[in-house]
């Protein structure tokens, strides 16, 4: 592992990157005039304390929310539509204009 020194810890490690990002994670530390392990170790950092987008999750949770409502209609009806759905099967109105 490493040595403790105020607030964080040196931690060795060997990362696997592609070489696309390899060439960014390099691009990033020479902008910024810092070496790489310094740019990888604040990105890391950030990956793992940053809260989650709390946001996001509750939009997600109020579209799976809205989902499990349609599906369990949907269960509870004989037909697989939710009410008021149409289907205009009409051969007449789906070619009309065509072949003119």
Known sequence: MGTVSGQTT???LTLRLSRV???RLA???AESGRDVAAVASELIERA???PPDTASASAADERRHALDEWLSAVRSRSNRYP???LVDDDRE???LGRGE
Do not use: P
Request: no cysteine.
């Open 10 to 12: 040196e931690v060795s």
């Open 21 to 23: 990002a390899r060439e």
């Open 27 to 29: 691009r990033r530390a």
């Open 48 to 50: 793992v304390t940053a």
């Open 83 to 85: 009410a008021g759905f």
């Open 93 to 95: 109105t789906i070619y």
